[in-house]
Structure formats: C-alpha cells, structure tokens
C-alpha cells in the first residue's frame, strides 16, 4: 500500500502494476484503515485460493496416477463422446499416445467395428442415463490378436443433466479361453462318441441287419413258419440303425465337409417338422456364406435347436422359420415362430436354462441376441461378427 503526498495517476498505475493493491494521500489517511483491511482480505484469499489450486492439482496428479496403475482399462467422455480422461492400459492396447486420444472419438483413434459398438453402446447410457454392467465383448487388437473384456458404463452428471461417462473395460481373455476350451473338449467328445456309434455300432448294426436279409430269403424257401418273427426283428434292428444314426448326427451335428452349418440347420428343420407335426423351414437366401471354425457353427446350430424346441414344445407353435445371413462385416440367425410367446411360454412353464445357455454361446461368439415379441409369436436374432465366427479358438489361447 503506497501513502503518498501526491501521486500521479501514471505512477499509480506503475505502482499496482508492481505489486501494489491500493494507495492512500496523505490528505486522506482516514481511509487506510479500510484499505489495509481490504488488502489483507484480499492476500489472504490469494492465499487460499493458491492452496486450493496446489491441493486440485495434487488431486489431479493423485487420480492420474491411481487411474495409470490399474490393470483394467479406464477413460472418460463427454456428452458427445469425445475422449477426456484415458488411462495408460488403453494407450497400450490403443498403441497411441496421450495427446493422440484425447479429444477425439475412440473410433477415430481406432476403427474396428468393435469400438463402434462401444460408442454405439455409450449414446445409449448418456441417452437414457441408465448404467451398463458387465457387458462383454471381444475386440480384434491391432496386432489381430481377439480379447475378451467385461465392460461397465456409468453416466457422468452436471447438475441434473448427464454430462458424459466413465468405461471401465476389464480383461476377462484368459477367462473366456478356459470357458472355450472347457466347452471344445465337451465337443470335441461328443463329435468322438458320434463317430462311435456311426462307424462303430452303426456299421455293426448294419452289417447284422444285411444277415438277417440272407437269413429271410432262405427262410423263406426252407422254413416259412419262422419267416414273420425274423422279419419283426428285422424291422425293430431298422429301426435301431435309424436311431443311432439319429444320435450320432445329434452328438455332431455340422460336418464341414458335407455343407456345414446351412446343411445341418435344413437337416434340423426337416427333422422338427417330422417331429413336431409343423411347418418348419430354412432359407439362406441363396448366399454362399463363408466357412465358419467347427466350434461356431456348434453354437450356432445349439442356439437354433433349441430356439425350435421352446417353439414346438412350451410356445405350441405351428410354423417356424430358420434364416442365416451374411450381412456386411456380421452374420444374422433368427428363428421366428407363431406360437404364443415367449412371456406366455415361460408362465407355462418354459424353461428359462435355455435361454441363458442361448445367451451364454451368443457371448462366446463375441455376438449378442435378442428376444423379441412382434405381437404374435416369437423372434430371436443372433448377430455376430463374422471375423470372431472365423476365427480359430487356437489364436484366443495364444492371446493370453
């Protein structure tokens, strides 16, 4: 505080710009007692407000490094899903730093279409404001690599209005390959007892039944009296041949040389309609669609088998329609019938196992499914990314 004679307007304004918060004439020296008041006031609000800073930063520097040492990965976004926080796990998968993330849309950071549909999936929590938990998903590194991760969304908020959010995503890869392998050797067990009963006991069968057929020609001419009860046995070991094969095919379902997936899901409808006494059918649309790993089209097919079955037996439908499509990067399996519905299936009793094990294998495809009611009967769509659909389950375990 300058006290002064006389001061000059341009030395005043030297002054403050030095450092002074006010100055006082000596003519007026009633005022110093309010200005010294004001100037502590004021230092003592520098001060705190010099702390306050010192103490937000210090935050920062704490939050920037706790979010930096977590294993999972960690950013936020704004309202239009633009990248305000990101934490080093993500630049590492990312392959990119800081300052190449921040501001930007993860898509424009990375462009495989999983990171779309975590956008997607991100309008969605800001739209509604309802959090996402534990979603997974798999995602295609840039190396190629596929990783599994469970991802939580949970909206940020100013004031009333959502602002943004923040995605944790954790890594669940070695996890997911357990799932797979424990699964594979479910498979890979079955597909083994079906070649046992069709080339083991099924040729056996078959070979005894083509002694039978010596045994009625001579019969016939020898001792026709026995000829009836050979022919009883005859049709009941037919109908044994029949019923192996019928297992056998159930066991392992789709043969991949002899027309994969399409094959085994027109071999399925024909099967529901001889069943079920219904109408029930399969379209590809007369696409030639890619060769998928042995292991997807098994879920494939099990997610349809019993789609069709919860038709038939809980929903009462008389027809039902099975379409595969390759559409774009994904491919789409729906299953539509006219039955009564999917909520007045499960109040009659329809077992709900089913679906969860129907959306258990649509996770393992990287997909997702969903159950729809048009208003009369019943519609699930399967769609997954045909890339994961090729993908051999070797190079998930080489991920981890």
């Known amino acids: 505080i300058f006290v002064s004679g006389s001061l000059g307007e341009e030395r005043a304004i030297e002054a403050l710009k030095s450092g002074a918060t006010d100055y006082v004439l000596k003519d007026r020296l009633q005022r110093l007692p309010a200005v010294v008041r004001r100037a502590l006031t004021e230092a003592r609000e520098r001060r705190e407000r010099r702390s306050a800073e010192l103490a937000l930063e210090e935050q920062r520097v704490l939050l920037a490094t706790l979010i930096d040492s977590l294993p999972e990965i960690v950013y936020a976004v704004d309202i239009e899903n633009r990248v ?27 462009t ?34 596929v990783r599994w991760f469970t991802i939580t969304h949970a909206p940020l908020r100013d004031r009333d209005a959502v602002s943004g959010l923040v995605c944790t995503v954790q890594e669940v890869t070695a996890r ?42 001579q019969l016939s001419r020898e001792s026709p009296q026995y000829l009836s009860q050979v022919m009883k046995i005859s049709d009941l070991l ?4 029949q019923s192996t094969r019928s297992l056998a095919r159930g066991l392992a379902p789709v ?20 069943m079920y006494n219904l109408d029930c059918t399969f379209s590809n649309g007369g696409q030639k669609l890619p060769d998928l790993e042995e292991g997807a089209a098994t879920h494939l097919f099990r997610i349809a088998q019993e789609a069709t ?16 499509r ?30 969860k094990i129907m ?34 389950s070797n190079k998930l375990r080489r991920a981890i």
């Open 359 to 392: 959306e258990y294998r649509a996770r393992m495809l990287g997909g997702t499914i969903n159950f729809e009611e048009p208003g009369a009967g019943t519609r699930i769509v399967l769609s997954a990314p045909l890339s994961l659909l090729r993908q051999s």
């Open 326 to 355: 390759a559409t774009g990067r994904r491919l789409q399996l729906s299953i539509a019938d006219d039955g009564i519905g999917l909520s007045a299936g499960l109040a009659q009793g329809r077992p709900g196992m089913g679906l």
């Open 176 to 217: 997911k390959a357990l799932e797979q392998e424990i699964l594979e050797i479910s498979n890979r067990e079955q597909r083994r007892l079906g070649s046992d009963l069709h080339d083991g006991l099924g040729q056996e069968l078959t070979g005894l039944s083509l002694l039978l057929k010596g045994l009625e020609v």
């Open 255 to 274: 043969n991949l040389e002899r027309g994969g997936l399409p094959e085994a899901l027109r071999h399925l409808a024909v099967r529901c309609t001889d």
């Open 112 to 145: 495989e279409e999983n990171v779309v549909d975590l956008e997607a999936q991100a309008v969605t929590t800001m739209r509604t404001g309802r959090p996402l938990t534990d979603e997974e998903r798999a995602w295609i590194l840039p190396d190629g690599s």
């Open 84 to 110: 305000t926080v990101v934490n080093q796990p993500l630049l590492d998968t990312l392959r990119k730093k800081r300052e190449e993330v921040i501001g930007r849309r993860l898509s424009e950071a990375w």
């Open 238 to 241: 037919a109908r044994a041949i």
């Open 309 to 324: 079955t919860n038709a038939a037996r809980y929903a009462r439908a008389k027809s039902i329609d099975i379409a595969l």
